[in-house]
């Protein structure tokens, strides 16, 4: 059973930096790509970043990039999403989401929240 | 910067047929663009419905169909349930190695 177990959340006054991860289980971790996906309080779904199977590649949204990076740990199942300089926009639900193929998504986790307020 | 354009919200009377589209702000969706569908209920996570167009997801029900309609992505539902009530997203795949949500469609099924 294909499992992802998001951590990391919580609150950070803006500037401050964050580190999230996703652990997996249930499936050949280092084949697939996986992607960050957030959703902001009574908003909808926005693509945040995605790696690919062998971290080698990476991509992100313009909203986050130069400040956000994804990077995994093939070793040990999980991913990461490394957040600095955190604005209040960013606060949001931070899903992790694993790749059916590398244009869609099959499994989610249940998400981790980031608050950014001073 | 592009948009990806859904309803935002539908109504549907129980057994009835809904069709949710998933449009861009300029031009039109394709195959190349591989739409994939979500649900998503309050305070859960999204639960994948259909990928690559037209496949329904492991366990999905038959209810739920994907299409190309005109220079739009479709969701159809059929034979609308009271658990069919919940947010649906679309998602693009761009060219450039990105990936677009739509903004959500709230369905109603009363």
């Known amino acids: 059973e294909v499992q992802l177990l998001e951590s990391g959340g919580g609150l950070v006054q803006p500037g401050r930096s964050l580190r999230l991860s996703c652990a997996a289980s249930?499936?050949?971790?280092?084949?697939?790509?996986m992607t960050w996906v957030r959703q902001a309080p009574g908003k909808g779904l926005e693509w945040v970043s995605t790696?690919?199977?062998?971290?080698?590649?990476?991509y992100s949204a313009d909203s986050v990039k130069g400040r956000f990076t994804i990077s995994r740990d093939n070793s040990k199942n999980t991913l990461f999403l490394h957040m600095n300089n955190l604005r209040a926009e960013d606060t949001a639900v931070y899903y992790c989401?694993?790749?059916?193929?590398?244009?869609?998504?099959?499994?989610w986790g249940q998400g981790t929240l980031v608050t950014v307020s001073s | 910067q592009t948009v990806v354009t859904q309803e935002p919200s539908f109504s549907v009377s129980p057994g009835g047929t809904v069709t949710i589209t998933c449009g861009l702000s300029?031009?039109?969706?394709?195959?190349?663009?591989?739409p994939s569908w979500y649900q998503q209920t309050p305070g859960q996570a999204p639960r994948t419905l259909i990928y690559?167009?037209?496949t329904r997801s492991s366990g999905v029900s038959d209810r739920f169909s994907g299409s190309i309609l005109g220079n739009k992505a479709a969701l159809t539902i059929t034979g609308a349930q009271a658990d069919d009530e919940s947010d649906y997203y679309c998602v693009l795949y761009m060219e450039s190695d990105n990936w677009v949500f739509g903004g959500g469609t709230k369905l109603t099924v009363l």
């Open positions: 300029s031009g039109s969706v394709s195959t190349t663009h591989y």
């Open positions: 989401a694993k790749a059916r193929s590398w244009y869609d998504f099959d499994y």
């Open positions: 690559s167009t037209n």
């Open positions: 790696v690919t199977g062998n971290g080698g590649l990476t």
């Open positions: 249930g499936f050949l971790f280092y084949n697939y790509a």
